[in-house]
């Protein structure tokens, strides 16, 4: 069965400092590989995807993800982290049955000034 | 291009009541739909998920069901709400027969007291 891992529940920054938010997954077959950002009170927005090739993935507001095979992993990360980016961010992993995504329990980023 | 939209953003029912989320999607057809639920701090649960008319799979049994009586509208109901269904319910819905990301509307927040 496919499942995802994001190891910290809670994460505290500086703004300006960089971030790295982990996610290990475990999948069968070749994952499709998402980053969602839910911001207080709102639905879950894609910030990135990866389905196949390039292991570096763009996306918005200037978040990247790479994808490593042998650590099964899919680590988010942003240069310079704005205040605005304090929110929940979730980790997926898919398809399984009937197109469905499994999503991490996610990690809370807190962002100091 | 695409949207989703969730009905009502806010509800608040005493125990026992019953319930009507609605979800809507536009600028698409032949949507897969679902349903979650996320509980205080918790991460995302699958309710329910649909790949047509009237084609709906539950997957944890509870007092909730679902519907889809049209393309692009699906409803989530409860003849006797309690207050374990107290939480923030989300609508998602992707292209079937494209990637698999999926796409989450505002969400309902439900207070059950």
């Known amino acids: 069965a496919q499942s995802v891992t994001q190891p910290d529940i809670h994460i505290t920054v500086s703004e300006g400092a960089s971030l790295e938010l982990r996610c290990n997954y475990s999948?069968?077959?070749?994952?499709?590989l998402f980053w969602y950002v839910q911001s207080p009170g709102q639905g879950l927005q894609l910030l990135l995807k990866?389905?196949?090739?390039?292991?570096l993935v763009q996306g918005i507001k200037g978040f990247e993800a790479e994808f490593k095979r042998s650590q099964s992993s899919f680590n988010l990360r942003k240069p310079s982290v704005h205040w605005s980016d304090a929110a929940e961010y979730f980790c997926?992993?898919?398809?399984?049955?009937?197109?469905?995504?499994?999503f991490g329990t996610g990690t809370r980023l807190q962002v100091t000034l | 291009s695409q949207t989703i939209h969730q009905w009502p953003a806010t509800l608040v029912q005493p125990v026992g009541s019953p319930l009507s989320l609605e979800c809507t999607v536009e600028?698409?057809?032949?949507?897969?739909l679902y349903w979650y639920r996320q509980a205080a701090g918790r991460g995302l649960q699958l309710l329910f998920y649909?790949?047509?008319?009237?084609?709906i799979s539950s997957e944890v049994p509870q007092n909730l069901s679902a519907s889809r009586p049209q393309d692009r509208q699906f409803i989530l109901s409860s003849k006797k709400l309690l207050l374990s269904d107290s939480g923030f319910y989300l609508c998602?819905?992707?292209?079937?027969?494209?990637?698999?990301?999926?796409?989450f509307g505002p969400g309902t927040r439900l207070t059950v007291t």
């Open positions: 990866y389905f196949s090739g390039d292991t």
């Open positions: 649909s790949v047509g008319i009237g084609q």
């Open positions: 998602a819905w992707r292209t079937s027969g494209s990637g698999y990301e999926q796409y």
């Open positions: 997926a992993v898919g398809p399984g049955t009937a197109s469905k995504l499994t």
């Open positions: 999948y069968g077959a070749t994952p499709y």
């Open positions: 600028g698409t057809s032949n949507p897969n």
